[in-house]
């Protein structure tokens, strides 16, 4: 079946510009989570969702980052007014639900701020 | 929170040796450790994971050690293969209420010489 996938695979803006991130998990998956992985560096816990109720947002960096998930399904990250060090490699993974093992990621969307 | 150290960040072998990675991780109460593989520029994929009720888990030429005591857990690779070299990453989640994310070490990058 289909894997998770994001939109766009590649983003350039200009700093200070809002840019919107998509993400489609697998069909059936209940969790959805959000991770950041800067060059070199591993992956960073951003937001996680399960089902309908509310998100954990510990790991947002500030609040120029946001997430919502639309029906249990498709979720946008929205980062505000970007800066320079916005820019990685954002991972979205689903599960099928939120303590079952097997985080499955999608490919990712290169984010770069000028 | 949790804390996961992964060592060493670059290793080199020769073609059919042994390549052994390690991590240690701060929570006490995590309790399933994944290993994943991210080749350059595609998404990471889970090659073995081990829950905190086993000690020692094998798929093939790939093994993942345990050690709760000592809080560290380790990834063994055998008669490494060209198309082994990637980046692996070694995680740690407690899964319980407000913790279901993973933590990630910063990675190891792997390359398996002909």
């Known amino acids: 079946g289909a894997g998770v996938s994001q939109s766009p695979s590649n983003k350039v803006t200009e700093k200070g510009k809002d840019v919107e991130l998509r993400c489609d998990p697998i069909s059936g998956h209940t969790a959805l989570y959000w991770y950041r992985q800067s060059l070199g560096q591993g992956l960073e816990f951003l937001i996680y969702f399960q089902g309908n109720s509310a998100p954990d947002k510990s790991g947002l960096p500030s609040d120029r980052f946001s997430a919502e998930r639309t029906g249990g399904s498709v979720s946008t990250l929205t980062i505000q007014r970007t800066q320079q060090e916005d820019s990685a490699v954002y991972l979205c993974a689903s599960s099928l639900k939120r303590d079952t093992d097997t985080q499955y990621f999608g490919p990712g969307t290169r984010l770069t701020v000028l | 929170g949790e804390n996961v150290e992964q060592h060493p960040s670059t290793l080199s072998v020769q073609e059919g040796d042994s390549a052994v990675i390690k991590c240690t991780y701060s929570d006490s109460a995590s309790n399933y450790f994944p290993w994943y593989k991210q080749e350059l520029g595609k998404r990471p994929q889970l090659i073995i994971d081990?829950?905190?009720?086993?000690g020692e888990k094998k798929d093939q030429r790939i093994a993942v050690t345990l050690n709760k005591t000592a809080k560290h857990f380790s990834l063994h690779i055998t008669e490494t293969q060209p198309e082994d070299s990637a980046v692996y990453f070694c995680a740690a989640s407690p899964r319980r209420a407000g913790s279901y994310q993973l933590t990630f070490g910063k990675g190891t990058k792997l390359s398996v010489i002909p």
């Open positions: 081990i829950r905190s009720n086993v």
